[in-house]
Each structure stands twice: as C-alpha cells, then as structure tokens.
C-alpha cells in the first residue's frame, strides 16, 4: 500500500510538472508568433500618501495628482523602445481613465471568478483594434511591512518602536492579451529592484532621503519615481520574455 501511494504521489508530482511545462510552451509559442502589438499604460494620474505601522487611527491614504508628470508617456516611450527590436510597435487611442479605474476586489475569490477585467476593455476601449497582441501597464498592489496596502505610484511611511521609515514605489503589473481572442497570454507584476531596504515591498521602490526637501522637493520626487520605472522595465519584460536574449 505504501508503495502504490508513493507511485500515485510521483505520478501526479509528473502530471504537475508537465502541465506546468506545457502552459509555459504554450505562452512561449503565443509571444513568438507577435509581430505587431500596441502599448496602454495606466498607472501615472495620482501618486498615494501613505502611513503605516505604529500610526494613530486617524491616519488614512491620501492622494495627489501626478497627471502633469507624464509618466504614462514615459513608459509608453520607455516600451515603445524596449520592444522595437523585435515588434512593430503601433500608437493605440484608449481611455485612460478606464483602465486607471480598475480595482482588484479584497476578497480574492471574487477575483478569480470575474476573471480578468482588462480584457474586456481592450476589446471595446482600444483603437486601432486586430494587431496580434496589446501590452497593458497598470497599477499593483502590495503591503507596506505588515501593515496596510500600498498601490501603484505613491510615497509612504512606516513607523516602529524605535524609528520612522519612508519610501517610494512604482508598483505595476505588465499584462500580454492576445488582440483576437484577447485572452490574457502572460501577466506579470514588477519584481523589487533590491531588498536591502529595513522596510521591503513586492515591488519597485526606494528610502525617502533628505533630497527630497525644498523647493525643488516635486521635481526630485518625480525623477526618483521615474528612475524606479526606467530602470525596472527591462526587468520585468526580459522576464516575461518579450525582449530578445533575455
């Protein structure tokens, strides 16, 4: 008996591994068969101010707007040129605003039973439609320490005992939906750049420092979250193998 139970644990271990196998091959093979792609971004309209650990009830998230930055032309641009060596890239039209409005539920249950809502929106909310595939840039989520939420663009602060911390993030996540089907081929959201940091999120980010003080504070800030995009992107899309020879 504990023979058979031990071919059954290995026969399902291989049934596993080979579906796992076959997904990947699947993804690999639906990406190389791209040749021309659009790119949506919507992560850059406000930036969240953010409290977290040992703070007072009181505290809540607050947010700015962060439309005059640009950074959703910045990582189009940023794509744009990332991707040329290997797709023809093509401008797209698309409503920002309705792919920025887009929220995960808190109950992940609920999530996986809606299925993916970007889909239906590039299906009725991007033009020109029928290129093979759309690269779809928005918001992620990720929790600040042991405490609350953080999303997308934002500075934040959290405090312990003995000291206070802060930082900044660039939180999204990089969706591939095919532009015929418009299933969804690969999602994946942007890894850290480091974890040397006292307080670590699941994400783009780095230590709030002096410089950001002064007149000149927005301009700084905005060039420091402009460099976590810049220098993630690569990563993120060399992982999800959409730039050659990586």
């Known amino acids: 008996m504990r023979r058979t139970a031990f071919l059954w644990i290995g026969l399902a271990a ?14 690999a093979s639906r990406i190389q068969a791209i040749k021309t792609v659009g790119i949506v ?44 060596g290997r797709f023809r890239v093509q401008p797209v039209n698309y409503r920002r605003a309705a792919f920025a409005a887009v ?13 993916d809502p970007f889909k239906e929106l590039v299906r009725s909310d991007i033009a020109p439609q029928g290129l093979d595939a759309y690269i779809v840039i928005t918001r992620a989520r990720s929790k600040l320490g042991n405490g609350r939420n953080v999303e997308g663009v934002g500075l934040a602060e959290y405090r312990t005992l003995l000291a206070d911390y802060g930082l900044i993030h660039a939180l999204y996540e990089v969706r591939v939906i095919d532009g015929k089907t418009f299933d969804v081929i690969e999602k994946r959201a942007a890894a850290p750049l480091d974890n040397t940091g006292t307080v670590r999120i ?9 410089t950001f003080g002064g007149p000149a504070s927005g301009e700084r800030l905005r060039a420091a979250i402009a460099d976590l995009i810049t220098r993630s992107l690569p990563v993120t899309l060399g992982d999800m193998h959409l730039i050659d020879g990586q």
Do not use: H, K, Y
């Not at 291989?14 to 993804?27: H, N, Q, S, W």
């Not at 969240?48 to 950074?71: C, K, P």
């Open 41 to 84: 971004s919507a992560i850059g309209e406000e930036m969240s101010l953010t409290r977290a650990g040992l703070t007072g009830l009181g505290n809540v998230a607050q947010s700015a707007s962060i439309s005059a930055w640009g950074l959703d032309e910045l990582i189009v641009q940023q794509v744009t040129r990332l991707l040329s």
């Open 103 to 115: 929220r995960d539920s808190a109950v992940a249950p609920v999530n996986l039973l809606r299925g």
């Open 202 to 210: 699941a994400g783009p980010s780095g230590p709030v420092n002096e």
């Open 14 to 27: 291989a049934c596993v591994a080979l579906g796992a196998a076959a997904a990947f091959e699947t993804r």
